[in-house]
């Protein structure tokens, strides 16, 4: 649908890249490399922006043999059809991948593959193949820009590769985009318009427009219309509202894959239930023993569903031979007995000892059937059942080892935690070819415009970990290369008498401005400013006072991004703690190691400013 233009523009830029993600930062990178003065703008905050990217486990697909990564994404597609062109060049990309970390983010990648004995590789040995099945799985590699993971090091590699070319490219936070502008004739997209501090600006784009919003996560409507679901939670960004579709749908691109998506967490992929507008915890699935004994999941009606010791796939679970997301109920719950409780208290290598916050405590099987909203009669026969298989050793329901079947205790107390199905991302939106240049629904060619990331994801069906954030640089890079391009200036006619025709050029100065410049503190004298981006969020700055005996006599955060739950309590106490004990060396929070770890790292460098022993 063509959006008309009543008025001069605001600004112009050579390329217009929508989302500061991972895809976004990649295409307005290789934009500027290529000579095009670039905008990105964001609807999240600083240091909320960076999408799916940044709360991802920052491993990337890659393999050594590129016939074998043909043949394993082959067969991870089906039984669904592709564009083999794209495909081809996604696969390629991905062979190729250890040289672009070193050749375009400068860094040393860490191969899983090379480093057999290291902890990282084993965590994630079940990830590296994780269709082991699947022809060509044996090549299929995880490789990261060092070693570690769920640290968002990919997105602070790639959000400083953005920062360092500021000359290039402007960055505007909280500007969410909202539409594409077309010529109304021949379709060409020649800019768009973005919402800044509540006003309509309107922005040319001389060469292109990068499509990199990411997917609808957290959209209900669309979760609803596309997904088919009610009761899915976000464990990634919350600014993915399906802006990128809507805009897509308005200027008549093709759909596909909306009804694809991936989910992660304990079990097939539940979390525990958080409070309204919050994050999902994103949650290991490889705690032991919270897959055996006296402990079941059961659905909407109170009984079971899939067996709870199986391995799952990003969520998917099989089905019939085939690998499936299960259809998400909306009020699941694991419950357990009072043994089983004490183990999961007493669980000394717990990789998430929070969980037991959420318990609920029912004196009997009536009192819990209440709490969880179900018939009293059906929990009691679903318990009855898994003690009978128990017994047994024998699950005849769902095929669970029996091994791991320990009947639950006939009194009580009982225990439930409420459970969501975790939405770690969506993979549909607009089609694009393997330029990266989206296609309307005859397959022509939408002038000028580009799409990269999970913005109309290649993956379909089946889906290994870490595809999805190959993606992101291969096609991010083809889509800042192809947008830079200098395209013919289009005349762009008169549509009411306020519009004059404006052409622009590369050489055009009206630009917005940048959010993304660094700020100065200030501080008085024995005061010393500390940064950090080892946190989850962007910079963390501190400002710490010494006194004349060196000893630490205050820590103020002047600035910092980290999470609303576990991260702010680091914020707010280590600070405190660190000057009591006039040391950095305390203990991290619960829950927050990353925010913990920046907090006592920018104190350290400020401290090294003063030139004081930091322990």
Do not use: C
């Amino acid at each position: 649908m063509f959006k008309s233009v009543n008025s001069n523009w605001d600004a112009t830029y050579d390329v217009v890249v929508l989302g500061f993600g991972g895809a976004g930062a990649t295409a307005a990178m290789f934009a500027a490399d290529n000579g095009a003065k670039v905008l990105i703008v964001d609807s999240a905050p600083e240091g909320h922006e960076g999408g799916n990217t940044r709360y991802a486990g920052q491993v990337i697909s890659t393999g050594s043999d590129l016939d074998d990564l043909r043949d394993y994404y082959d067969d991870l597609a089906k039984p669904l059809s592709y564009d083999k062109e794209l495909m081809e060049t996604y696969v390629k990309g991905l062979y190729d991948m250890p040289n672009f970390l070193k050749k375009y983010l400068g860094v040393e990648p860490f191969i899983m593959a090379d480093h057999p004995d290291s902890g990282v590789s084993k965590a994630l040995a079940f990830m590296r193949h994780e269709y082991p099945e699947l022809r060509g799985q044996k090549t299929h590699d995880l490789v990261t820009v060092h070693e570690g993971v769920a640290d968002s090091a990919l997105w602070k590699n790639l959000r400083q590769q953005v920062l360092d070319r500021s000359d290039m490219i402007d960055v505007l936070y909280e500007t969410p985009a909202e539409h594409i502008y077309q010529d109304p004739y021949i379709k060409s997209v020649i800019g768009v318009e973005i919402k800044r501090d509540g006003k309509s600006v309107k922005v040319k784009a001389n060469n292109g427009v990068v499509m990199a919003t990411g997917g609808f996560e957290n959209n209900q409507e669309m979760v609803e219309n596309y997904l088919g679901e009610t009761s899915l939670n976000p464990i990634g960004s919350l600014y993915n509202k399906g802006a990128g579709v809507k805009m897509a749908q308005d200027v008549g691109a093709k759909l596909y894959n909306m009804a694809n998506y991936e989910s992660y967490g304990i079990f097939h992929g539940l979390t525990p239930k958080p409070e309204a507008g919050q994050r999902s915890q994103f949650l290991p699935f490889d705690w032991p023993a919270f897959h055996q004994g006296s402990l079941m999941v059961v659905g909407d009606d109170g009984t079971r569903y899939f067996d709870e010791n199986e391995m799952h796939r990003h969520g998917h679970i099989q089905n019939h031979g085939q690998w499936r997301v299960p259809n998400a109920q909306i009020h699941p719950y694991v419950i357990f007995d009072e043994k089983k409780y004490q183990e999961l208290k007493n669980d000394k290598v717990a990789p998430y000892p929070e969980f037991l916050n959420f318990v609920e405590k029912a004196d009997d099987i009536k009192g819990l059937a209440k709490l969880m909203g179900v018939k009293p009669k059906t929990l009691k026969n679903t318990i009855k059942d898994f003690n009978r298989f128990a017994k047994k050793q024998y699950d005849a329901a769902f095929h669970r080892d029996g091994d791991t079947l320990t009947a639950f205790d006939s009194d009580g107390p009982f225990y439930a935690i409420a459970m969501v199905q975790g939405l770690l991302n969506t993979q549909g939106g607009p089609v694009h070819n393997a330029k990266t240049e989206v296609l309307d629904p005859d397959n022509n060619l939408i002038p000028h415009l580009y799409a990269a990331g999970e913005l109309g994801s290649l993956m379909g069906r089946k889906y290994n970990g870490g595809s999805n954030l190959a993606e992101n640089l291969i096609f991010g890079k083809i889509a800042g290369e192809n947008a830079a391009t200098p395209k013919a200036q289009v005349q762009e006619p008169t549509i009411d008498a306020n519009l004059g025709t404006n052409e622009g050029t590369s050489n055009n100065t009206n630009t917005l401005g940048s959010d993304a410049v660094e700020e100065k503190f200030e501080t008085a004298d024995n005061q010393y400013i500390g940064r950090s981006t080892a946190g989850m969020g962007n910079e963390v700055v501190v400002r710490v006072t010494v006194g004349n005996n060196g000893n630490i006599q205050d820590v103020e955060v002047l600035k910092e991004s980290e999470s609303e739950d576990y991260g702010q309590k680091a914020i707010k106490e280590l600070p405190k703690e660190i000057v009591a004990k006039n040391s950095v060396d305390v203990d991290s929070i619960s829950g927050a190691s990353a925010s913990s770890r920046a907090v006592k790292e920018a104190v350290t460098d400020a401290l090294k400013q003063a030139e004081i022993n930091v322990n």
